[in-house]
């Protein structure tokens, strides 16, 4: 079987799979019997589950499956081109009174803003993913230096400050946003998760809305010296 597309009249397309059997008879002769069967519900079905598996249902955003597949590539180019790599982790302050004030559905178009809002402050080449709840992190693959990193950061910051608009009302949300850069050989995904946990931790106690920076140590500084 082959997957083809027929065309209708109005020039949108039907995808079919074409089935080839051949056909032989009593007196010898041969030929080809081909059927076409129809399968936009399966192909629909089959885009449907694709997508699921790569992307956060509520926001669109990548998730951590594919968030995990880039770092191990960016962690692979830092350790061959001794690039630094940046890694964001993002946790909005006071979502909880959104959600105790509005209501939920409320909640989930702040997070849906939230992510539009990521989305348009950093690169083409960044990416953005939604971990759950109203935590996201941010991969920067290929960083210049740490204020670079830095200046994403304040962007980040006042554009999620903006007040957002809900059908009951008007709210007003923060982020505190962990940031750990590094380079070279020996990284790896879950060192770097961590230390970008840790920072935003930081984030958070040095009172909300904050930017913490944590320059994770390079694996072979010690052997340097």
Do not use: C, W
């Amino acid at each position: 079987s082959k997957d083809e597309q027929f065309r209708r009249k109005d020039n949108s397309t039907i995808p079919v799979i074409l089935n080839a059997a051949p056909l032989t008879s009593d007196t010898g002769d041969e030929g080809v019997v081909i059927s076409f069967q129809d399968f936009s519900e399966i192909k629909e079905y089959q885009e449907t589950i694709h997508s699921l598996a790569f992307q956060d249902s509520l926001t669109g955003l990548p998730n951590r499956r594919v968030l995990e597949d880039r770092m191990q590539l960016a962690v692979a180019l830092s350790g061959r081109h001794a690039r630094h790599l940046g890694l964001m982790f993002l946790d909005l302050d006071h979502f909880k009174q959104v959600n105790d004030t509005y209501g939920h559905d409320a909640g989930d178009i702040l997070l849906k803003e939230i992510a539009e809002r990521l989305e348009r402050n950093v690169r083409e080449t960044d990416t953005v993913v939604r971990m759950g709840g109203d935590e996201f992190i941010i991969l920067l693959p290929e960083v210049s230096s740490t204020e670079n990193a830095t200046v994403v950061a304040e962007k980040i910051l006042a554009a999620v400050s903006q007040p957002v608009v809900l059908p009951l009302g008007v709210a007003r949300v923060g982020v505190s946003i962990g940031i750990t850069i590094a380079r070279g050989a020996g990284l790896t995904v879950e060192g770097l998760m961590q230390s970008a946990d840790k920072a935003m931790y930081e984030a958070k106690r040095k009172g909300k809305n904050q930017i913490y920076v944590h320059e994770h140590p390079l694996p072979d500084s010690d052997s340097q010296r």
